[in-house]
């Protein structure tokens, strides 16, 4: 079992940067794949980014690429979401999640999952 909680999270105005934080205790042994998703009321989940258990290996959404950055922390067991040029679009309750069997940009193959953070972004 792993427990993932986000933080980070707030109001922001257009242009603007956050970072947010995901502290994962438990089975953190474990070589998990960790993914940020995104989430507005009414829509799908929607796939931002992950990065693999080294940290070595990222890929993002197009929506997002150039724009936010992906890392993890081993020592600490915490997963970052820089977010830079914010948008209005950009807007959701974002939540990370893990899974043990390789990456993957469908929520529904995430194994556990953090409560949400929600980032809203004003123009």
């Known amino acids: 079992q792993v427990r993932l909680v986000e933080s980070g999270g707030g109001l922001v105005q257009a242009g603007g940067s956050l970072r947010l934080s995901c502290a994962a205790s438990?089975?953190?042994?474990?070589?998990?794949?960790m993914g940020w998703f995104r989430q507005v009321p009414g829509l799908e989940r929607e796939f931002v980014s992950y990065?693999?258990?080294?940290?070595?290996?990222?890929i993002y959404a197009d929506s997002v690429k150039a724009r936010f950055t992906i890392s993890r922390d081993t020592v600490r067991n915490t997963v970052y979401l820089q977010m830079t040029s914010l948008k209005a679009e950009d807007t959701a309750v974002y939540y990370c999640a893990a899974r043990l069997l390789g990456p993957s940009r469908t929520w529904r193959a995430y194994d556990y999952w953090g409560q949400g953070t929600q980032v809203t972004v004003s123009s």
């Open positions: 990065i693999d258990w080294s940290g070595g290996s990222t």
């Open positions: 438990g089975r953190t042994s474990d070589r998990y794949f």
